[in-house]
């Protein structure tokens, strides 16, 4: 009976939130565009989202911000978050939001947002951005981005294979958007949590074990 009503709940939220949702279009991305750039984690991801390319990117226009709905494995701190962008032609100043997701209520509450200055253009590119200091963020969050450029926007990734992301994203912490079920509206995103002081721990036993090691040794 409790695996019925949860069931029934979780229908009824997912309803709720498709009909929320207004349908935009995605861009095909021009034949022979290849990603720039790598992945450059300091440690396991708690999300991701970079494996298989839907072929499509989004611009929201310029100044506008689109964020994804992100489910991370863990609710530790993070210190890193890759995302995936393409440029027709000039370099965009980009700015990065996160957000707690909120249940999905809009407008959600904003928990830090990063100026990453101009980068690059004409092409599409990765960047993994290193947070100033740990950002202390629920597992369940919104990453978004603004462009100054109107015609760049975010590659569109689809499945996530570490963590999960709904066929949703919001624009401007006012309105919930989908693309109509094809593309799936995910974007290529990842976050890098903080390790676990235990994983610390294990990390610092071997490095002062491999010394211990090579005093001997020597």
Not at 13 to 30: C, G, I, M, Y
Not at 32 to 58: E, H, I, K, M
Not at 116 to 132: C, D, E, H, K, M
Not at 197 to 210: E, N, R
């Amino acid at each position: 009976m409790l695996r019925f009503l949860v069931s029934v709940l979780l229908l009824v939220s997912l309803t709720t939130l498709a009909n929320a949702q207004v349908r935009l279009t995605a861009k095909p991305l021009p034949e022979g565009v290849t990603l720039n750039g790598r992945l450059t984690p300091q440690a396991a991801p708690d999300y991701s989202n970079t494996a298989t390319s839907t072929g499509f990117y989004f611009p929201g226009g310029a100044g506008t911000i689109v964020a994804d709905d992100v489910f991370r494995t863990t609710n530790l701190p993070i210190s890193q978050i890759s995302f995936a962008y393409y440029a027709p032609g000039a370099a965009p100043d980009v700015v990065m939001y996160i957000y707690d997701l909120n249940g999905y209520n809009l407008p959600a509450p904003l928990l830090a947002s990063y100026n990453l200055g101009t980068l690059n253009g004409s092409g599409a590119w990765i960047y993994t951005v290193t947070l100033p200091g740990p950002l202390s963020a629920p597992s369940d969050i919104w990453i978004g981005f603004s462009f100054s450029i109107a015609d760049t926007g975010l590659l569109i990734f689809d499945p996530p294979t570490i963590g999960f992301s709904d066929d949703v994203f919001m624009m401007n912490n006012s309105g919930l958007y989908w693309f109509g079920g094809n593309p799936k509206a995910n974007f290529y995103l990842e976050t890098v949590p903080v390790p676990e002081p235990a994983s610390l721990l294990v990390l610092g036993s071997g490095v002062a074990g491999l010394f211990a090691l090579r005093r001997r040794r020597a």
